[in-house]
């Protein structure tokens, strides 16, 4: 609900409230973010003068979108120049208009026609509010957009924060980490064109809560490009964090009467711990980010011979593989790199979307054919940002990738990045990409992208060039739609060299994301929990593969158990598995199939950690009705002095429903409550134990 009142404008939600007003001088300025107070008067407040000339009152403004301009140091969120060679931007109040849960507040220039309207969406149920910023220029000149961040949010008190993000690199993405504001800033962000393996587009700050517990804040970029997120703590104590497109290289010409979207940035506040804004981003990203075609579609097994086969994919190396798949229960059969142009290895091919008809010498569909006659669909890799200078594409067309004058382009995995703001590139992967699709039965598309992007120069673009970030963005994020729309049966799925566009922008054109190339059952476990801090469970594929290191490969079960907490795969080379490990992956996909509602759609806890509770790892899941529910335990280590006894509570259940589960052997019913508060007792016997427990509610007879 959102209420304006006497110009405070009350953003409430089931059960936080964001309040910001109009003060007497004009300016915007937040007023409260937590716990909902309702409509409740007192605001605004009032800013005290300034502190003296080195400390201006504006830098102790909590401003709901500041500029730079006037006598401002905090890092502000727009910064623009004018064709006069002005700098300064000052913006105060022009309007509101108010659309049930929606919001518009306008901001002006005070002499310049330069408009900013900020939009803001509440959702009740979701407990978040998203909001997002159109600069529109009316004046008869062009204006340059030299930073133009989506959100500024403030953090409540002056008290320092605990402020968290992830540090990955390639194969060990998503590790989280965080660090006490004090003073001064922290920027997460990224400048290789995408989100990139490092730090992730988003933010969670608090004071000391827990896993379960305590006041947690929030907020994640809908962006797939260059990012920054900024928090500040300066001369007035308080915290204040930005989100948006980085403007590191960045610069935006707005020609006149032209406008510009920065993209939106969705935030929430929970008194629930590390959990509750867990479950806050994942029944968010369920209800109102994925696209719309899946999101209520459990996502299908699939298998991948990727690990197995690398780039020797062949007819017949793969129609081998086919009736293993089919008969563990793989519902989506599908072919990675290697299939087209000249691909024997990652130095030739990319941009040529051809089959190649040495590997395929009838195309794709005899293939197709014997993946469907086995009852699975087909699914296909492709690299289209793409293309190796090995390539017809390039040698027909050496101008379409990113160049600057005088300088050679460095080579990263042998391969250049296409300038995807040419509309002819985006026409030649619309037309290839789409005669694939059209020519033949693909149901699944792995859209890869294998390298950061250098030398970014776009020649075609002029004096625009440093908004080729943001226009390769844009354009990439059309190609999908084009293509989404045209052929509304298939998925797609992100990977960039493993989680390199893991972001809630890429989840509004991908139906889920490859999170690691690292697939080794003990590393995944970090993995996929700093996955879990703030991305859905359901858009996180997992592979049961082959790795292992030091000759030491983790048991089946085990491998099983770990990628049974996402979308389970298998990306083994199944045409080595011998009868009982087929069996075995049967039996796991089988079980997988009856609880795949639970964990990719349920509510989701970390009930144990590595660190913290003695070397177990435990996730549980359980339905928003809470009838069923699904715990996952990993003990990876020995731990031999502990292996007599553990204990471990599980989370979420209905203290007064009965519940059904089978413990140490043993069928027991149990209530809600109980289980809720009365650790369970277990013994570990040996490394590598796993156990996967699905408890059911019981009818209660009347
Ligand atoms: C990237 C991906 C892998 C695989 C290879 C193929 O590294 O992350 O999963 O698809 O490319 O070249």
Redesign the pocket.
Known sequence: MITEKNNVFYLETQNTEYIFAVHPNGTLQNEYWGARIGVCGGFPGKPSGDRGSNDPVEDFYTEEYSAWGGARFKECALKVSFADGNRDLKLHFASFSLNGETLDVVLKDDFYALWVTLHYTVFPQNDVIRRSVTVKNETENSVTVERIASAVLHLPGKRPFHIHNVSGAWSGEQQPFSETLQSGSMIFESRKGSTAHGNSPYFIAEQGCTEFSGDAYFAALEYSGNFKVCASRGADHRTQVLLGINDFDFAYILDPHAALDAPPVFFGFTEQGFSGVSNTVNRFALDHIFPKAFAEKPLPVLY?S??AL??SVNIENQTALVQNAADMGIELFVM???WFGARKN?RAGLGDWFVNREKFPDGLTPLIDCVNRAGMDFGL?V?PEMVNPDSDLYRAHPDWVYHFPNRENRLLRSQLVLNLTLDEVQDYLYDCLSALLRENNIRYI?W?M?RAYSEAGAPNLGDNQKAMWYLHNRALFALLERLRTEFPAVSFEA????G?RIDYGALHAFDMY?PS?NTEAVDRIRIQNGYSRMYPTKAMRAWVTDIGWNALRVPLDFRFACAMRGALSVGGNIGKWSKEELDTAAQYIALYKSVRDVIQFGDFYRIADLDTDEGLNAVQYVSRDKTRSVAILLTPFTQFHLQKERLLSLRGLDDHKTYRFTWNGETLERTGAFLNHVPLAFETKRTFDSRIVVLEAVEQSS
């Open positions: 991948n990727w690990e690398e780039f990675d790199d290697g990652d890799w690299e792995k890869d294998n990977c960039a060299s493993g390199g490859w190339d």
